[in-house]
């Protein structure tokens, strides 16, 4: 899995778009990024995944770079209850058994 | 219904016993697998298996072994419990598909096992 460095710590006002960044600068061309968060005391949840296109679902957007060397992960209108850690990981998504890599993350904490 | 389940949710226990934590997932998946996060907050995953193979992740100690009963089940045995193993345990299940732009590989996690050895 190619390495992902993401900032350690950000904060977002309430109702405010959250953007979090995420490079992957040696990622291959079957490698996939994926986002999952963890909330306090909870496991870790999906939120988006995705190649070469952006994406879009109920929970967020992901804006990928044309050059696939980076990512955003955007909430649009950030709630007290998206504080949580946001990991971003890239991996082949071949259907084999892999279990996922986790980093460090990016702490988001989202001020009232 | 929770998609995946995991017991206990605490347990707590002396060094040297042998535990059981259950894991259970009701969404028809085919792999299972368990990750292990330290107190400095790091999520690793331990194992991942489904009904061909069993993927160890090669710094876990042999005292760790999962025991799948059926595809619905991750059964994950600790023998000769130590301090170190103090941790929050949790299970996960995905779903492999074959080709197309379907999502590969989402991971649906447990709300985790919180073990503490004294």
């Known amino acids: 899995d190619a390495k992902t460095t993401q900032p350690t710590s950000m904060d977002c006002a309430e109702g405010r778009a959250a953007n979090l960044p995420c490079n992957h600068s040696?990622?291959?061309?079957?490698?996939?990024v994926y986002w999952y968060r963890q909330i306090h005391s909870q496991g870790p949840q999906y939120i988006i995944h995705?190649?070469?296109n952006n994406e879009t679902n109920e929970m967020a957007s992901l804006i990928i770079t044309e050059d696939r060397k980076s990512s955003t992960l955007i909430l649009p209108h950030a709630t007290l209850r998206d504080t949580a850690v946001y990991y971003c990981?890239?991996?082949?998504?071949?259907?084999?058994?892999?279990?996922?890599?986790f980093g460090k993350g990016t702490h988001l904490i989202i001020q009232p | 219904d929770t998609a995946v389940s995991q017991t206990p949710k605490y347990l707590v226990t002396q060094m040297g016993n042998d535990k059981s934590i259950k894991c259970e997932q009701n969404?028809?998946?085919?792999?299972m697998y368990w990750y292990k996060q330290d107190s400095k907050k790091f999520l690793k995953i331990m194992f991942s298996?489904?009904?061909?193979?069993?993927?160890i992740n090669e710094t876990v100690p042999n005292r760790f072994s999962p025991k799948s009963p059926d595809k619905a089940h991750l059964n994950l045995h600790i023998n000769s419990l130590e301090l170190g193993d103090s941790a929050v345990y949790f299970c996960?299940?995905?779903?492999?598909?074959?080709?197309?732009?379907?999502?590969?590989?989402?991971?649906?996690f447990g709300a985790g096992t919180r073990l503490s050895v004294l």
């Open positions: 040696t990622i291959s061309g079957n490698e996939y």
């Open positions: 996960a299940s995905s779903h492999r598909l074959a080709g197309g732009r379907l999502a590969k590989n989402i991971q649906y």
């Open positions: 990981i890239a991996m082949y998504s071949g259907g084999g058994a892999d279990g996922l890599t």
């Open positions: 969404l028809g998946h085919d792999t």
């Open positions: 995705g190649l070469k």
């Open positions: 298996y489904n009904n061909k193979e069993l993927i």
